[in-house]
């Protein structure tokens, strides 16, 4: 049998896989769990009738392109629109990494950020977040001084944590750092950034600084995680730049013309994201009232792990239940109770039980206020028989 040699380093790449099971409610993946307005599905329909399935999509997505920058007051120049903001993340880790370059991402983040590092030939460079999940600016400007990183990303709001992370320390970091900086906006809209000049995020700061690049999504508050659309805005020189690796025709033209229409419309997403702020915050409440430690949520989804006390009971239920099977300290086994009694109930949330900096963290996206009762009452149900409550 012949042995194939992959690329050097592609064989320590772990690949990006997330749980898999029959569920009847899914929140593992930080979608959106409402339909479109029916308005805006109405005029998708509509505009789908004289589509043409045979012809190329615009080769940068100039339409919707346009629609961005008329936003932001920005010329058509500044923005890029990609297969989700992914793409976007990616290419620009191919454009401004390489061989011997290194690339500087939060920890714990986005676990695609060490992905595209390692796919653009460059040295994976992490940066700490504090235990609850914040950036301390200073740190992150001393790192940068020290390593010289030739690409610097920044989520905020962080994922899987969910903190958000004032505009004066992202200021501060652009302000002081040397490289380009992404600044991975995709949940902005759930810390209230819908509008173009929400002064919380870095899009304000494009006529300030010409070093960074804001990416966004219509994944996620817009819910067309289906489309894979994002866009990026930034300056003329990195655009022009990122612009250069990216390919023509990238973007399907049906997820364009969604996006277009939604885009158009987005106003209307707005009574839909408060709701899903307003379930966050009653999901938190009641998940710290159980006795679990929640961090702080700017996004549609939340982060929790049990306190000592909890995670004792649970994991000595889990162990009893054969819902912990596996070693470790009783926060870690507590979370594995918590998320196999989920999915056994056919609820599908994210496990984060075994990263270190996470031990025991389940991640729980906001579905619909009727999916949100019943998590939370098989979250309770778990504790009760657990005798934590």
């Not at 004289?50 to 100039?62: G, H, I, V």
Request: net charge neutral; with cysteine; aromatic share 10%.
């Amino acid at each position: 049998m012949t042995v194939f040699k992959a690329r050097k380093g592609l064989e320590e790449l772990e690949e990006y896989t997330v749980e898999h099971i029959d569920a009847d409610i899914i929140v593992n993946a930080n979608e959106c769990n409402w339909g479109l307005p029916p308005a805006v599905q109405t005029e998708i329909a509509e505009a789908a009738k004289a589509f043409a399935f045979n012809r190329y999509p615009p080769m940068k997505a100039e339409k919707l392109c346009q629609l961005i920058a008329a936003d932001f007051g920005l010329p058509e120049i500044n923005v890029q629109v990609g297969n989700g903001s992914s793409e976007l993340l990616q290419m620009a880790c191919y454009a401004f990494g390489g061989s011997g370059r290194k690339i500087a991402f939060p920890y714990p983040s986005f676990s695609m950020y060490g992905v595209y590092t390692k796919l653009s030939d460059s040295k994976p460079l992490p940066y700490t977040l504090n235990e609850d999940g914040y950036i301390d600016a200073e740190t992150v400007i001393a790192f940068c001084r020290l390593e010289k990183p030739a690409l610097l990303i920044v989520c905020n709001p962080n994922n899987p944590t969910g903190n958000y992370n004032s505009l004066w320390q992202m200021e501060k970091i652009l302000a002081n750092v040397d490289c380009p900086v992404i600044m991975d906006e995709a949940y902005m809209e759930f810390a209230g950034g819908y509008d173009a000049a929400f002064a919380g995020s870095t899009m304000t700061l494009l006529s300030k600084y010409d070093n960074f690049i804001c990416l966004r999504t219509f994944s996620k508050a817009y819910g067309l995680a289906s489309m894979r659309v994002g866009y990026g805005v930034g300056g003329r020189d990195l655009m022009r730049i990122l612009g250069k690796v990216l390919l023509p025709y990238h973007v399907n033209a049906f997820s364009l013309l969604t996006a277009e229409i939604v885009y158009k419309h987005k106003q209307l997403f707005v009574e839909r994201t408060n709701q899903i702020i307003g379930e966050r915050e009653k999901m938190r409440t009641a998940l710290a009232d159980l006795g679990f430690k929640v961090w702080d949520s700017a996004t549609n989804f939340l982060m929790f792990t049990a306190q000592p006390e909890l995670a004792v009971k649970l994991s000595k239920f889990g162990k009893n239940e054969g819902l912990a099977t596996e070693e470790g300290t009783a926060r870690k086994l507590a979370g594995q109770t918590v998320f196999r009694f989920l999915a056994n109930k056919k609820i599908l949330a994210r496990d984060f039980t075994r990263n270190q900096a996470l031990e025991g963290g389940i991640r729980l996206t906001l579905g619909t206020p009727e999916e949100n009762i019943i998590i939370l009452g098989m979250i309770k149900e778990v504790c009760e028989r657990a005798g934590g409550i």
